[in-house]
């Protein structure tokens, strides 16, 4: 006897498989602040498993297209020192998931989790050296941010979790 998965759950699985990657890729960066290309290579991978078992036509044509378009904005972060090369292939690939329908939620969660986590990490660089100083100047903690490391790949892991939960309810 033969069983065959019905197309929802296989895209249900394939949805949280793409949900544990991206948790793991956004852990990985705030612990060690790299992201290692396995997970950026195993969420690309997943995607046609999504594709051909979502149970609903899914544009994957223009997905890639945003896809490259996002890699190409990465890397363009990634040559001003604004982001990672793990940074750059996670946003790429988690655009991929997002594809036409998702792609400007993703990308405004993104950035407001991406401010949300600057804002933690520059007051908690600069507090205890204006309280040590005995004064505070926002100016001095807006500098004192050049060069400290953002676990951004933490930030893109969100806005891509949210537009995961959004297929879920899509499929």
Same mark, same amino acid.
């Given at each position: 006897m033969e069983y065959e998965i019905p197309s929802h759950i296989a895209a249900t699985v394939a949805v949280l498989a793409y949900?544990?990657?991206?948790? +793991? +890729?956004?852990?990985?960066? #705030?612990?060690?602040?790299?992201? $290692?290309?396995?997970?950026?290579?195993? #969420?690309?991978?997943?995607? $046609?498993?999504?594709?051909?078992? +979502?149970?609903?036509?899914?544009?994957?044509?223009?997905?890639?297209? #945003?896809?490259?378009?996002?890699?190409?904005?990465?890397?363009?972060?990634?040559? #001003?020192?604004?982001?990672?090369?793990?940074?750059?292939?996670?946003?790429a690939v988690a655009a991929l998931w997002m594809g036409p329908s998702f792609i400007l939620d993703f990308t405004l969660i993104t950035m407001l989790a991406g401010g949300a986590i600057t804002v933690f990490v520059g007051l908690q660089r600069t507090l205890p050296q204006a309280f040590a100083s005995g004064h505070f100047r926002l100016k001095d903690a807006i500098l004192g941010l050049r060069g400290v490391p953002i676990p951004y790949g933490a930030a893109i892991a969100v806005g891509a979790l949210y537009g995961a939960f959004t297929l879920l309810k899509v499929g």
């Open positions: 949900v544990g990657l991206v948790f +793991a +890729a956004g852990v990985s960066d #705030i612990l060690t602040l790299t992201i $290692p290309n396995r997970f950026s290579a195993a #969420i690309l991978l997943l995607y $046609p498993s999504y594709v051909f078992s +979502a149970g609903h036509a899914v544009d994957w044509q223009s997905s890639l297209l #945003i896809a490259f378009g996002a890699l190409v904005f990465g890397f363009v972060m990634f040559a #001003i020192g604004g982001w990672g090369g793990g940074d750059a292939k996670l946003f």
